[in-house]
């Protein structure tokens, strides 16, 4: 399938594909307008529930997720993976929430998980530069990256998944794989990124 790409790094599978051009502008928009509005942004403000240490998380209004058809979108992405990998059919499709990440030069998010059963980010804006390490002769540069965490290291199957962000790429995963994404420097562009959690229901 075109843009859609099942992955299998360690235990449970994870997806990577694309974004349409269109929604990723269409949720820069909604954003760039969004963050001029003290009041709202205040209002929709997740920062004390949320586990990210970056200046600013929020969530994205139902109206807004509805006229861009966003669950309807994960929703797809998630039944092609559920029969592509389990070779089940979704019943059920429950978005629980959906925010945006807006990360800067030294923020980061920590090790974590999320709730529900299907997660998933998304790349709005990544910055050009993420920066070199301390120590440049390091093999990897792990800056402004996402870290699948799962398990532990054996001979046969790694414990970590690292994922360079670029524009438009969007992964799902299951809520219980940990996670981290790490800070970067160099820039201060701003690293943009949407998230979301949901239930789903299978048929028997």
Do not use: C
Request: zero cysteines.
């Amino acid at each position: 399938m075109e843009n859609f790409e099942v992955l299998k790094p360690f235990g449970p599978s994870i997806v990577k594909m694309k974004m349409p051009d269109t929604m990723v502008k269409e949720i820069n928009n909604y954003v760039d307008t969004l963050i001029l509005d003290e009041e709202k942004i205040k209002k929709l403000d997740q920062g004390h529930m949320l586990i990210g240490k970056v200046q600013q998380e929020f969530l994205m209004e139902v109206n807004f997720m509805k006229k861009i058809k966003w669950a309807e979108f994960l929703a797809s992405k998630v039944s092609n993976w559920v029969k592509e990998d389990l070779k089940k059919d979704i019943k059920n499709f429950q978005l629980i929430k959906s925010w945006v990440v807006r990360q800067f030069k030294n923020d980061y998010n920590p090790v974590h998980w999320h709730s529900g059963e299907i997660s998933g980010v998304g790349y709005l804006k990544v910055p050009h530069n993420l920066g070199n390490t301390s120590q440049p002769d390091k093999k990897t540069n792990e800056n402004g990256k996402l870290q699948l965490i799962f398990g532990s290291p054996n001979l046969f199957s790694k414990s970590t998944f690292l994922i360079k962000p670029e524009l438009g790429d969007f992964y799902l995963f299951p809520n219980y794989l940990m996670h981290t994404v790490y800070p970067f420097s160099g820039t201060d562009e701003e690293r943009r990124s949407v998230s979301f959690n949901a239930k789903v229901e299978f048929f028997k």
